[in-house]
């Protein structure tokens, strides 16, 4: 079994930065993404680490950064250039696909709790 653990939402004016973290329990684990849901919206992906690539959606590419500690067991999203349409909850998720799509929520078998990402204007 493995647990997520996710902290660093919070407040944060347009144009600034945040950095969330998700440490994992257990096992390590080979493809770890973050997704994000906004109120009445999908869940959708942002960013995705596999095999020494990384991935991200084309919203955030050259904004945000995934990277990942192994020896922690935690993977980290650096956010920067922050804008009112990037507040949401942030779910790290684990155990993604080892191959093929990874875009998918449906393809992670575990999740974190969400943190609350909130951009004013």
């Known amino acids: 079994q493995v647990q997520l653990v996710e902290s660093g939402g919070g407040l944060v004016q347009a144009g600034g930065s945040l950095r969330l973290s998700c440490a994992a329990s257990?096992?390590?684990?080979?493809?770890r993404g973050w997704f994000r849901q906004a109120p009445g919206k999908e869940r959708e992906f942002v960013a995705a680490?596999?095999?020494?690539?990384?991935y991200y959606a084309d919203s955030v590419k050259g904004r945000f950064t995934i990277s990942r500690d192994n020896a922690k067991n935690t993977v980290y999203l650096q956010m920067n250039s922050l804008k009112p349409e990037d507040a949401a909850v942030y779910y790290c998720?684990?155990?993604?696909?080892?191959?093929?799509?990874?875009?998918?929520?449906?393809?992670?078998?575990?999740w974190g709790q969400g943190t609350q990402v909130t951009v004013s204007s």
């Open positions: 680490t596999r095999g020494g690539n990384n």
């Open positions: 257990g096992r390590s684990i080979y493809t």
């Open positions: 998720a684990a155990d993604g696909p080892r191959g093929g799509n990874l875009y998918s929520p449906a393809a992670y078998a575990y």
